[in-house]
């Protein structure tokens, strides 16, 4: 099946500096989401982003299909950042996502 | 729109005990699945119903079932529970008939297996 590699695998700022998290699949994708994990647990979206680039915010995300991987760019990192990041993919229609194991990113103030 | 509810929010049982959890999808989302994160495997796909039936799969035991209602709630039962049960369940929801199939998740069960 579809492997999901994420690097780094943990990641310490200060507030304030800029982070690259990625994420490398192993076949092509029709869907790539971004997740915030919360700190009670809860998924949040980020992106959906099976291919192109999008912003929101302080965040932007780029998925290269043709070379599989995705980067999620996070700019002037602020404490209520930290969490685990998620990206998950599928490669058919239906709602098998396949999660890399994250990258814990803790934000010093 | 509300988004993805799942009750209850948190549970304990005993070994050998069945329990059940609930998701209610986002108005409209016909697509529910199932996932559960453990500290060990990450989070792991368990299976997906669309229109009441399961559409697939992942490799987890038959102790693990589920099921999807007309109005496109679900549950899923786990029987027979072990302590290697004890995990965060989250369900996720998402239309279907187009090339759009982004998720959207739940808060999650927290279910501890004593």
């Known amino acids: 099946g579809i492997q999901v590699e994420q690097s780094p695998p943990d990641l310490i700022l200060q507030e304030g500096a800029n982070s690259t998290l990625r994420c490398n699949f192993s076949d092509s994708v029709n869907n790539l989401q971004w997740f915030h994990q919360n700190p009670w647990g809860q998924l949040i979206n980020l992106f959906y982003?099976?291919?192109g680039t999008k912003q929101n915010g302080r965040l932007s995300a780029t998925t290269v299909a043709t070379e599989r991987y995705s980067l999620l760019y996070i700019s002037s990192s602020q404490t209520t950042d930290s969490g685990v990041y998620f990206c998950a993919v599928a490669h058919n229609q239906g709602g098998k996502l396949i999660f890399g194991q994250g990258t814990e990113l803790s934000v010093k103030p | 729109k509300a988004g993805v509810t799942q009750t209850p929010r948190y549970l304990i049982k005993t070994r050998g005990q069945q329990v059940t959890l609930s998701c209610s999808p986002i108005?409209?989302?016909?697509?529910v699945s199932w996932y559960q994160q453990t500290p060990g495997q990450g989070l792991q796909f368990l299976f997906e119903y669309f229109s009441e039936t399961q559409r697939n799969k992942g490799n987890f035991p038959g102790r693990f079932s589920g099921r999807q209602f007309s109005n496109s709630r679900s549950e899923m039962n786990v029987s027979t529970l072990e302590l290697g049960d004890s995990a965060l369940y989250l369900c996720?929801?998402?239309?279907?008939?187009?090339?759009?199939?982004?998720?959207?998740f739940g808060p999650g069960t927290r279910l501890t297996v004593l």
């Open positions: 982003i099976p291919s």
């Open positions: 108005s409209g989302h016909r697509s």
């Open positions: 996720a929801s998402s239309l279907v008939g187009s090339s759009y199939n982004e998720q959207f």
